[in-house]
């Protein structure tokens, strides 16, 4: 699996410095979580990696694939919001990418599509419209969207902070056993999140923001049981670097 | 009680109309009661009808040729940038044009026949269709765009997978502007110089006094307009299947 180094990354909102000079790179087959406030720029960072334009702001840096192939073509990205095409079936939703790349639908896409709606126990729900789901049956067809691409590279942008407790519990399960040993970049402001599931955990706090690693996770088989003591432990530890960073960008 | 509604709301104005000529004793030909415009609408259909015909062809072909042209212009807007240079602003000030200004030139150059009225409809109606399908192909949800994006996919793929199918409920409304004022494009042309339709049924009535031939003709005009509108709403909601309508209860 190939990682990603992230350059002399740069973001700025009408003349205001939101992060410059900011490296960061993701190690290959593993998940990185990326920890901050709202407003810190971790949406922006990954919309750089992703490609994507910074959204009414300027972005710069230079991001590559420590394989030093082209990135294009190999990432997958998943939002907050499911992104759902509403006029679509929940199959075709699925196999979106196939049909954006000019392939139709035929029936190899189909096989798969099926496939991974199986895995989410959608497969009876293939026919119906995003409409009449609901928002969790909903984010497992966009995280079975996202499974399709089946790229080396998963950028995903809070893409359960929408989700009741419950079943964003599932969800992470789900993402995290079938995403494993894939380079995972998981943007998150829920430091129990990045503790369940990432190999490697950054906080990205102050203004200008600055990246710092919040050490190692404990060592459980991910995802790992948030009810550990030790799992509560370092989420009020992290609780504590968020908090502190905060207050760090509040005062300067 | 759906269906029953509209037909007592016409009931009741056809009674209130009946009432007004009763109480005010006006004469036949400044305003006939219903049941002489009735009797018109029966005894004269051999004439109506074939003006009605006439209208109601120069309507949809105008509503059709109207669509395909505005519908091409906002997708040709939507992928073209020099386009929305030159030719979006060019369509803009050339709405402070009225419409029934062009008419008789229309007229002048295109006949007394068909072409100019089809002409007169497809000018009225090729606004609001291509302002509300380009409007639509705008304002897609950037979420989207951007999972596309990241996809690969291309400009094409994206306006035909995305941004066409995201634009069918503003489309669908453009075509139910068009519904309700293609009908005005025809019949203005019709007044301006023609030798049928119901709007020359009209004038002509009218230049005889034949006030009830007139009523009959518009009861008509009105019935056709309805039922385009009707048609053309049924149209846009098949368009926009997936939509919910959420309107106030």
């Known amino acids: ?252 | 009680m759906k269906v029953l509604r509209p037909i007592l709301t016409f009931l009741g104005l056809v009674v209130l109309w009946k009432v007004l000529v009763s109480l005010t004793g006006v004469p036949d030909f400044i305003l006939p009661g219903p049941e002489r415009v009735a009797t018109v609408l029966i005894d004269r259909a051999g004439v109506i009808l074939p003006h009605a015909v006439t209208t109601g062809m120069e309507i949809v072909i105008g509503m059709a040729v109207g669509t395909v042209f505005g519908g091409t212009s906002a997708l040709v807007l939507t992928v073209s940038a020099p386009a929305r240079r030159w030719v979006l602003p060019v369509l803009v000030v050339s709405q402070a044009l009225p419409v029934f200004a062009l008419a008789p030139l229309l007229v002048l150059w295109l006949g007394y026949g068909l072409v100019s009225k089809v002409a007169m409809a497809v000018l009225i109606i090729y606004f609001p269709v291509t302002a509300a399908f380009y409007d639509g192909l705008r304002r897609v949800d950037p979420g989207w765009l951007d999972l596309a994006r990241v996809m690969g996919g291309s400009t094409r793929s994206v306006l035909r997978v995305i941004r066409v199918p995201a634009a069918m409920p503003a489309f669908g409304s453009g075509l139910r502007v068009a519904a309700a004022v293609a009908p005005i494009g025809a019949v203005v042309g019709e007044w301006v110089g023609s030798a049928g339709g119901l709007g020359y049924l009209m004038l002509h009535a009218n230049g005889r006094m034949q006030t009830d031939l007139m009523f009959a003709s518009l009861f008509v005009l009105a019935l056709m307009a309805l039922t385009l509108y009707a048609l053309v709403d049924l149209i846009a909601r098949r368009l926009a299947y997936w939509q919910p309508e959420n309107g106030f209860a």
Request: aromatic share 4%.
């Open chain 1, 1 to 252: 699996m190939p990682g990603v180094s992230i350059h002399g990354a740069a973001l700025a909102y009408a003349g205001r410095t939101v992060f410059d000079d900011l490296d960061l790179s993701l190690p290959g087959g593993e998940w990185t979580a990326l920890l901050g406030p709202s407003g810190v720029g971790k949406s922006s960072l990954l919309r750089l990696i992703a490609g994507l334009p910074a959204a009414g702001g300027t972005a710069a840096g230079s991001v590559r694939a420590t394989d030093g192939a082209s990135l294009a073509g190999r990432i997958a990205y998943m939002a907050q919001r499911d992104l759902l095409l509403p006029w679509l079936s929940v199959l075709d939703n699925v196999r979106l990418g196939a049909r954006m790349r000019g392939k139709g639908r035929d029936a190899d896409s189909r096989r798969v599509a099926m496939h991974l709606l199986d895995t989410m126990g959608l497969a009876d729900r293939a026919t119906d419209r995003p409409g009449s789901l609901s928002g969790g049956m909903r984010q497992r067809v966009a995280l079975a969207r996202t499974l399709f691409e089946d790229a080396p590279i998963v950028l995903m942008d809070e893409p359960f902070s929408a989700l009741d407790a419950v079943t964003r519990f599932q969800l992470q399960e789900m993402a995290a056993s079938l995403l494993s040993g894939r380079t995972v970049l998981l943007v998150t402001h829920d430091p129990m999140e990045a503790l369940r599931l990432a190999g490697r955990i950054m906080i990205l706090s102050g203004s200008p923001a600055r990246l710092r690693s919040a050490g190692d996770p404990p060592a459980l088989s991910i995802p790992r049981d948030p009810f550990q003591p030790e799992m509560a432990e370092r989420a009020a530890l992290l609780f504590q670097q968020l908090g502190s960073g905060s207050l760090e960008g509040a005062a300067s």
